[in-house]
């Protein structure tokens, strides 16, 4: 049973910076797509950025140059660096796993192994 475990959120002004860390990746599996949702309160679930097993990123537009995604293969943990964060970053953010290539890694319907969440507040 593949279990993920997300760390590092918690409450910062605007324009500070948070570093999110998934530890749990599916580093044992040759090909994987490891990815970040959010989801907000009345909102729908978002994906936020991606990585395959190749090093591949993809971002949501919102995000592009404010938060980097990496991964450590040695540890199996996935980052999201945040900065520049604003009061509509604010959510609860997800860390979830599948393990294949995705034609579209921001759909959360292509992940069957999810986080628990860590909350991310922003003030402003």
């Known amino acids: 049973q593949v279990q993920l475990v997300e760390s590092g959120g918690g409450s910062v002004q605007a324009g500070g910076s948070l570093r999110l860390a998934c530890e749990g990746a599916?580093?044992?599996?040759?090909?994987?797509?490891m990815a970040w949702f959010r989801q907000a309160p009345g909102k729908e679930r978002e994906g936020v950025a991606a990585?395959?097993?190749?090093?591949?990123?993809d971002y949501t537009p919102s995000v592009k140059g404010r938060f980097t995604i990496s991964q450590d293969k040695i540890k199996k943990i996935v980052y999201l660096q945040m900065d520049s964060l604003k009061s509509d970053d604010t959510a609860m953010y997800y860390c979830?796993?599948?393990?294949?290539?995705?034609?579209?890694?921001?759909?959360?319907?292509?992940?069957?192994?999810w986080g628990q969440g860590t909350q991310v507040t922003v003030s402003s």
């Open positions: 599916l580093y044992t599996w040759s090909r994987h797509t």
């Open positions: 990585i395959d097993s190749f090093g591949v990123a």
């Open positions: 979830a796993a599948v393990a294949r290539w995705v034609g579209n890694p921001l759909s959360s319907k292509n992940y069957n192994y």
